[in-house]
């Protein structure tokens, strides 16, 4: 058996890639109030510092920074993975089993990355809020609803027309 050996820092900076096991899927906007609802009730007691958030139909991508003495993002994403299935089995009907462990809705794991500095920040942050257009969902990031694009050009920390017209040499992260 091979074992998934995870980094984990107290108060460390993440980014996440978490995909639906139907990569044809649009479930993750389609019922986005789910998912909303999932994430508010698990980061209640347990919250984050959200650096950065996309949702797209069939994955979604993460900022997240901890808390001073935390390193359990684990059970964060186990519960709102978990939570989003139970809402969503209310609202749809789901046929898609995994022998002997319920539903399979989401991929079992997700990408994980401990941002080293700065640099590697930004260029996280870029890749989250291009997704879209990479992905062809839009043409312009501006355009794309389910993304924390939106609150940073509010703040002024990004022009409404970033990522326009450009080619952005982001990498390739989580996917």
Not at 7 to 34: A, E, M
Not at 122 to 146: A, E, L, T
Request: proline share 4%; with cysteine; glycine share 6%.
């Amino acid at each position: 058996m091979v074992h998934y050996r995870r980094s984990r820092v107290p108060g460390g900076t993440y980014f996440f890639t978490l995909t639906l096991q139907d990569r044809t899927s649009t479930l993750l906007v389609d019922h986005i109030d789910l998912l909303r609802q999932a994430w508010r009730k698990h980061l209640l007691n347990r919250p984050v510092e959200n650096l950065a958030v996309v949702v797209l139909p069939d994955h979604l991508h993460v900022l997240w920074r901890l808390p001073e003495n935390d390193m359990d993002y684990s059970s964060r994403w186990r519960g709102i993975k978990a939570e989003f299935t139970r809402l969503l089995r209310k609202r749809v009907f789901i046929a898609s089993r995994r022998k002997g462990s319920g539903f399979a809705l989401w991929q079992r794991r997700y990408w994980e990355h401990m941002i080293r500095d700065e640099e590697d920040l930004r260029r996280h942050m870029s890749y989250i809020h291009f997704n879209p257009v990479k992905h062809g969902c839009v043409s312009q990031v501006v355009d794309w609803p389910h993304s924390t694009f939106h609150k940073y050009v509010k703040d002024g920390l990004y022009p409404a027309d970033w990522g326009y017209g450009e080619l952005l040499a982001l990498g390739e992260f989580g996917e």
